[in-house]
């Protein structure tokens, strides 16, 4: 190729792109103006939730006329209504974990509400043990476990059965009841200990969890109780909907007694017709992959019944 033709070549491909890039910024210049503002960007607003007029937790009035009172209830509405996925959880799991709790409260003296400060506590997940050392449905330190009758070992720990931590629970909640004599100041108790709640009052003067200065915890926990019970008994109220088939099912179980030893969980298991997984799932208060049991204690070992595991059966 000679020098000329050279730089013809190269004259034209460079003009080339040239106009390529002008009709390029055209284009999108013209695509941009034809988009409207408005339809260029779409907002989502989120509004206020209700509050209601009067509520109660196990019978007695929440002082929401107190401005204080009202905006730290607002605050856990807001906290849970527009945490969508947690809540729609808690619906999800509610029916299995109530029909567990509820008979147990009853047969304690236990006032009913209660069942939402366990939700409070553990968010419905059996094995779940806080930085502090708490563990299961209700959150029980070992100590208080041990207090309130259950076992706690490197082999068993009773806090991770529900029906023995919930009775549990209903022994600490009598006794706080006992001291205080209104459920308020139970439930606050919970949180910060028969002691905690007992030194606040004295220091302060006053027995009412309404009127007492706590720390961030205690003073949110309550009310987020109470949220929780209003979203849970209104949930559409709320912005939710949950159908009783989309609600997890209530299981169901044999109870096989077990007072001897077992050196393999999973042989075990595999004997009564299921797997290790599911031995532990409804029994996870078993704590290793054996039982060496040498008192010889006689323990209630859930088996569920045939087709339990089958979804949607």
């Not at 034809?34 to 196990?58: H, L, N």
């Not at 409070?120 to 209700?138: I, N, R, Y």
């Not at 979203?231 to 949950?242: A, M, Q, R, T």
């Not at 054996?290 to 087709?307: A, Q």
Request: charged content about 20%; some cysteine; glycine content about 4%.
């Amino acid at each position: 190729m000679d020098k000329n033709s050279f730089t013809l070549t190269k004259f034209t491909l460079i003009f080339s792109l040239i106009a390529i890039c002008v009709i390029s910024c055209g284009l999108f210049i013209n695509s941009a103006q034809e988009v409207k503002p408005q339809e260029a960007v779409t907002k989502t607003y989120s509004s206020p939730v209700e509050i209601p007029v009067t509520i109660t937790f196990a019978g007695e009035t929440i002082p929401l006329t107190n401005f204080d009172v009202h905006e730290a209830l607002d605050r856990e509405l807001l906290a849970n209504s527009y945490f969508q996925s947690q809540t729609i959880l808690y619906l999800k799991k509610s029916k299995r974990y109530f029909y567990l709790i509820e008979p147990i409260l009853k047969k304690n003296n236990i006032p009913d509400d209660f069942k939402y400060l366990s939700l409070a506590e553990s968010g419905f997940q059996e094995k779940v043990v806080s930085p502090a050392g708490a563990a299961g449905l209700w959150q029980l330190m070992k100590k208080a476990a041990l207090e309130n009758g259950l076992e706690v070992s490197n082999e068993v720990d009773e806090r991770y059965n529900i029906e023995k931590s919930t009775e549990a629970a209903c022994r600490y909640l009598n006794r706080s009841f006992h001291q205080y004599g209104n459920w308020v100041n139970v439930a606050a108790s919970y949180n910060a200990g028969i002691n905690g709640i007992k030194r606040q009052t004295e220091l302060q003067d006053s027995r009412n969890y309404f009127d007492l200065q706590l720390n961030e915890e205690t003073a949110r926990y309550v009310y987020r109780i109470l949220a929780l019970k209003l979203i849970l008994e209104n949930p559409e109220k709320y912005g939710f909907k949950v159908t009783e088939e989309e609600k997890y099912p209530v299981l169901s179980w044999n109870i096989v007694a077990l007072s001897g030893s077992v050196t393999n969980l999973a042989d075990y298991a595999h004997k009564q017709g299921i797997n290790y997984k599911i031995l532990k799932y409804f029994n996870p208060w078993l704590r290793q992959s054996y039982l060496r049991n040498p008192s010889r204690k006689s323990y209630s070992i859930k088996i569920p019944k045939p087709g339990t595991r089958n979804f949607g059966l």
